[in-house]
């Protein structure tokens, strides 16, 4: 008698091993793709999507069509003010210690800083009126001295060099001022207008690639993740009422 029919006849019993599905991979569960045993991801891809470049490439394409009027005023100001307050910790130490004389700078020379964080000012300057903070409270000059340091950013931190020494000639040729920081707001926006529209009369350097190099970096920092050197307290995160927590059940 064959061993099948002896089984069908119940002459013996055989103890089969536990079907065995498909392994999982690292990361992934039964209750989805991407998702692990609670249908959440595990603890390194909720890190890894809790990640920066791609958050911030979304935020720079959603501000993409402020590019030209980024002079004005503000920022998008079309949502109301949060109810809470910034935590005093932060609030205190820009108003006593302003980022631009804080130290350990990695790219920066100590002439640069006060150039720098003056046209950082302009870009991304503070609102009161719609509770958006500005480029000195949220230190994105920190996260700028970083990406300059960066040795992939090797051409852009030399032509950034360049574009803050030529901010103070044109200060002092076009305005008569000593230096760029030493300009009115109003005054400062002119010259940051005729740098974006390669418009300075004379000026042999690519300003407006300059401008753009600043503006793009000046966003990054500001909505970027704080563990990058800007976005200080997550102060641009709480003006615009968004949590990147909530990404990891939400969807990125």
Known sequence: ???????????????????????????????????????????????HAAGEPVRR?????????????????????????????PAPAHTSETHSAPAHHLPSYQWLQPDEVPTLQAALNRILPRSGTYGFPGAEETQVIRYVDRQLSLPHFRGFARL??????????????????????????????????????????????????????LWTFALEGYFGHPRHGGNAGRLAWNAIHFDPGCLKYCGD
């Open 1 to 47: 008698m064959d061993p099948d029919s002896r089984l069908r006849g119940g002459h013996g019993r055989r103890r089969l091993p536990a079907r065995a599905g498909p392994p999982l991979r690292s990361g992934w569960g039964a209750r989805g793709r991407g998702h692990g045993r609670c249908g959440r991801r595990d603890r390194r891809s909720r890190l």
């Open 57 to 85: 490439r979304r935020f720079i394409a959603y501000l993409g069509g402020a590019g030209a009027t980024l002079l004005l005023p503000a920022l998008p100001a079309c949502r109301e003010e949060r109810a809470e307050a």
């Open 160 to 213: 950034t060099r360049h574009g803050l020494k030529f901010l103070d000639r044109v200060a002092r040729k076009e305005k008569g001022a000593m230096r760029f920081h030493l300009l009115p707001p109003q005054q400062q926006d002119e010259v940051l207008s005729m740098f974006q529209t390669q418009s300075v009369p004379g000026l042999r350097f690519p300003s407006a690639r300059f401008f753009e190099i």
